[in-house]
């Protein structure tokens, strides 16, 4: 029987078979739906081999999109993605020109 170290010591991240913090949490955030989503399915009576189908598919689609995710952007690459999408691309300021000329002339009079 396999023994994995999921937590190697104290202060580092939580790591599971290379998934690393909340890449793990979308992970198994994301197999507990569907699983949900197929027991729903197959209690509305849809058919079972579809209910395999889609399960199946959809988690393997789930399980590459969150490696891949993990690869490209690391430990803490969602967040930073996630700040960078707040953070304005251009400071706009919409005042006149002569407002500036006018407030800098009269600092430089007095």
């Known amino acids: 029987m396999n023994?994995?170290?999921?937590?190697?010591?104290?202060?580092?991240?939580?790591?599971?078979k290379g998934l690393k913090a909340q890449y793990l949490f979308i992970f198994a955030g994301g197999l507990l739906g569907i699983l949900?989503?197929?027991?729903?399915?197959?209690?509305?009576?849809?058919?079972?081999?579809?209910?395999?189908?889609?399960?199946g598919s959809s988690a393997g689609l789930l399980i590459w999109l969150t490696f891949s995710l993990n690869?490209?952007?690391?430990?803490?690459?969602?967040?930073?993605?996630?700040?960078?999408?707040?953070h304005p691309q251009y400071i706009i300021s919409r005042k006149?020109?002569?407002?500036?000329?006018?407030?800098?002339?009269k600092k430089t009079a007095a």
């Open 36 to 55: 949900v989503f197929v027991m729903i399915m197959y209690m509305a009576g849809v058919h079972t081999y579809l209910c395999l189908f889609l399960g």
């Open 71 to 86: 690869r490209k952007y690391g430990e803490h690459g969602l967040m930073k993605l996630g700040a960078k999408k707040k």
């Open 96 to 105: 006149s020109i002569f407002r500036f000329i006018t407030i800098n002339s």
């Open 3 to 16: 023994t994995y170290h999921i937590n190697k010591g104290i202060g580092r991240t939580v790591e599971f």
